[in-house]
């Protein structure tokens, strides 16, 4: 077996012992002689998997009766509509700070329910840089809630202070840095959470919702879209994606096996400190575009002198076995995703790379 160091952004890396468990348990599941995949959402061996799935979240992020973790499908563009439709009603109106392309779909999708305004932008000629501070958050002190997206996957910055929106409700898209931290869940009025980058796989949202918010939800829209729905039958109103929600419980288990996310943020920071550190090393070659203390840990964005340069270095790379360095089409340049699951091996022969290429062209 040759593994590639994966540098995707979604889908990307999940811990190899998760899939070798996965692999292991494929056909016969724990001696049942079936595939998790083949029982009974409503059966013992796949309700214990979907508890611990819950379980384990709270336990990792440690909170408690406070929230509800709900397990949903339709990865974290479905809640971009989900979350306006539940607890934004006519009459009132959002507030979304715009920090990159995945909080403009938000900030899109919320118009299209009712009024949705922008509480600060950090848009400049088309791209962003940074993430703004708490003095440039215009917010309506009436607002239904507050969106922000803590990791912008795209641009590669991240927010590394948590807004202080006194009473209004705060809502946080964390799908490309859900879990790389420890966080204090009780900011939060709601976290939802695509899967696919830190997680499992792609199709399965995470959604941390605050039980007293959950009471003013709206009412009169379609059941399976109400998270009251969800909440009332622990993420069981109709048949979960099983599969998704059992590779997330094993991901879950090796975490914690690992130290927990104290131990994964440590992981984390040494990963993205080696990495800038190889960029800031050679600012005549390397240029990270982004504002410093806006940096993401998650997704490391950085340009080469000429794009013909950036062309040449994905594809040695990838010669190399290291895959998905491409930038997004929207940003251009190198983009290494350096999720929880990525190894700081991978950084490391990544950097190495990047040492030998400048040598050869700089
Ligand atoms: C990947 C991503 C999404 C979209 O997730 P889907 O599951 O494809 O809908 C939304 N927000 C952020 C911040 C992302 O990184």
New binding site residues.
């Given amino acids: 077996m040759s593994r590639v160091h994966n540098f995707n952004a979604?889908p990307a890396a999940l811990p190899l012992p998760v899939l070798e468990l996965a692999q292991q348990e494929l056909c016969d599941y724990r001696g049942t002689g079936m595939s998790i995949m083949e029982h009974s959402h409503r059966g013992k061996a796949y309700d214990e998997v979907h508890a611990a799935a819950i379980a384990l979240t709270r336990e990792l992020l440690g909170f408690g009766d406070s929230h509800e973790v709900l397990l949903l499908q339709g990865?974290?563009?479905?809640q971009f509509a989900m979350l306006p439709m539940n607890f934004l009603p006519a009459g009132a109106s959002a507030d979304y700070v715009l920090t990159g392309g995945?909080s403009e779909k938000a900030f899109e999708e919320a118009k299209r329910v009712g009024t949705a305004r922008v509480a600060a932008t950090t848009c400049e000629d088309g791209r962003y840089r940074r993430i703004p501070k708490q003095s440039e958050l215009a917010l309506d002190p009436k607002a239904a809630y507050v969106h922000i997206?803590t990791?912008?996957?795209l641009f590669g910055t991240q927010w590394h202070y948590v807004p202080e929106t006194g009473e209004l409700p705060l809502v946080a898209?964390m799908?490309?840095d859900f879990l790389w931290k420890p966080i204090d869940v009780s900011r939060y009025a709601l976290i939802y959470a695509?899967a696919?980058?830190n997680v499992g796989p792609?199709g399965l949202?995470v959604v941390i919702v605050k039980k007293s918010w959950l009471d003013k939800a709206r009412t009169d829209i379609p059941t399976i879209l109400r998270y009251a729905t969800h909440a009332k039958n622990a993420s069981l109103y109709n048949t979960p994606n099983t599969w998704g929600i059992y590779i997330m419980r094993n991901v879950l288990e090796h975490v914690k096996r690992e130290g927990g996310l104290p131990a994964v943020e440590r992981a984390n920071r040494k990963k993205a400190d080696t990495l800038y550190a190889a960029i800031d090393a050679a600012p005549d070659f390397f240029r990270c575009p982004v504002e410093r203390d806006s940096r993401s840990t998650m997704n490391v964005g950085f340009r080469l002198p000429t794009e013909e340069l950036e062309a040449a270095f994905v594809k040695q790379a990838t010669e190399r076995g290291m895959i998905g360095l491409k930038g997004h089409r929207s940003t251009g340049g190198i983009r290494a995703s350096i999720y929880n699951a990525v190894p700081l091996a991978s950084v490391e022969a990544l950097v190495a790379f990047m040492g030998e290429f400048h040598k050869a062209h700089g």
């Fill in positions: 979604g990865g974290a563009s479905l995945w997206t990791n912008n996957t898209d799908s490309s695509g696919q980058k792609s949202a």
